[in-house]
């Protein structure tokens, strides 16, 4: 899961779908979710019309296709069970290329890569048009509980400190000559932990001082109000609803 | 083993995110009773903490690592609410910001990583602590409880996957390949987590959680030889409101969602399920190398499913609801002694806290 991380998730950007309310894209990339989860495997013109849709957001956003495949490395984990499982699958089994693979295997499979990478592509998209402050304050606009989004601000805030400092100490051990290599070493990699949470910790109780001095009370002042017009609404609501007229069509077909 | 979407049909789904939301809003309440307003940044400092953790990679065999889950380290360190609060951002923020994870396979991420890990962590450590005492038993606890939060996590994948996964892989594989690499991965993040919790202990032991209760009381030797016994800071008990009315109507809306889902999805079999009847597969068990496990027992799922499925969703979502309401209980009947002074009392509060947590019976 680390291979991801590091790069940077948001892209800057003026385009109609980087102007939408964050609440709004949620909404519609959970809806479309939804409706990719919930389709049947064997509707291949559905996943099809899927995956052209959100083509058409990325154009319509202009996120060009190597950063989403990029950042769709997270997927791997997965492949790599989906692709195991024609081979491990129970049940009748054909012969491809000469290897005897399952049917329900290969069903799964596809069914696992299908539906996991349009999640992936879809989730990818929204990060990369909504800035990460904006989509927690549109996720509590969609009633997530306020103290969650805050938890989650400040977590998302001081990542990269956090990380900093991680980097800072892993420079130190490697400057030292230490190198992980076996077993041996974890525990100089676990004592680096202990350090890393007494520093994240203590630094938690500085800010939270410096947040006391300038007058907060446990929640924190809203500055911007995010409402969204219906026009936005109908707008965001496009892409779910394309998706859900795809899959309408393909049951009519099927 | 962030689970995408598309990989546990719509029921399984459905009913983790129910079990999720009820085990988050219990740990909202506990947390914010017990770090006030400093719920937020000190919460939010440390999922940062438990997701830089989660980038440290540690050698486990020849050629593979596997990096840490954190549930039980967080757990023992920041206690079990704002531990399952660290492990639902950290996953939400993965799942929003790095699409690492299903946005419909948020509950599912949320139950096995954040509310199993340290529902089952904590739930060890307490009974190791409750054993033995001192600080070598705090490192072995620790030792013991992550060792056995990551295969426990593993092990509910595989039944999540019983229940409802859409590949049609045997569950004795499945089982045996998750629990197999999982107490690998368990054995590392044990020892990751004692020396961590180990080092915590040597240089802030007022910050363990874990070692909170276990603090010898502050003793002043005057110059006659006079000795008195500060009694240790008032804990910060100040919510007088139980938390019971709210954790049953939580334990029963679950449990309703739960069975409800599991029953309406129990009537429509999933692809698997069809597939196994149409193609009836089932008498080709004996053909196939892994086929110990029966392939009858898997038909017999997608068989009688309304029985099985739906007892299944409910005592799973049972257990953890009632696992989540006994801790809670429990946190609330024992009173923490050394409490972190508020940060209006300042350094003097920290030098007391600190000189009574470093006298811990070793």
Redesign the interface.
Known sequence: ??A??RHR?HRPGDTPVHRLPPQCKLAA??AF??T???T???WFAAFAAYALLLAGVALAARVPPGFVLR??A??V??VV??LA?PF?????RVAVAGLSL????L???W??L???T???A???L??ATTE?RM??LG?QRLRL?P??V??????????D???G??RRMRVAREARGFA????R???V??????????R??E???R???A??SRG???S?PVLSDLTASARQWLLAGTLPGAALAALLGAWALA | MHVPDGFFNAAVSVSAAAVAAAGVAVCLRGARRELDDRTAPMVGLVAAFVFAVQMLNFPVAAGTSGHLLGGALAAILVGPYAAVLCMAVVLLVQGFFFADGGLTALGVNITLMGLVTVVTGWGVFRLVTRVARGRAALTAASFAAALVSVPASALTFTLLFWIGGTAPVEIGTVAAAMGGVHVLIGIGEGLITAVTVGTVLAARPDLVYGARGLAAPLVLRGADGERTVVPAAPARDASPRPARPFLLAGTALTLVLAGAVSFFASGNPDGLERVAEDEGFIGQAGDHALGSWSLADYGEVGGVPVGVAGVIGVVITLAVSGAVAYAARRRRAAAPGGARGTGEAGGAADGVTDGAADGITA
Do not use: C
């Not at chain 1, 992980?180 to 077993?183: G, N």
């Open positions: 899961m680390s991801g991380h998730v990339v959970a979710a939804l990719v989860v919930a049947p495997r064997e950042r769709m997270v997927e984990p997965f069970f989906a499982v491990i699958g129970t049940g009748e399952s049917l329900p295997g069903w799964a499979a069914n696992i299908a539906k996991a349009l999640g992936v879809a989730s990818v929204l990060a990460p989509l927690l996720a509980p103290l969650l805050q938890i989650a601000m400040f977590m998302a805030r001081y990542l400190v956090i990380a400092e991680m992980a290599r076996d077993v070493h974890v525990p990699v676990a004592r680096s932990a202990g350090a890393l949470f007494i994240s910790y630094r938690g109780e800010v939270h001082l947040m006391l907060y009370n446990g924190m």
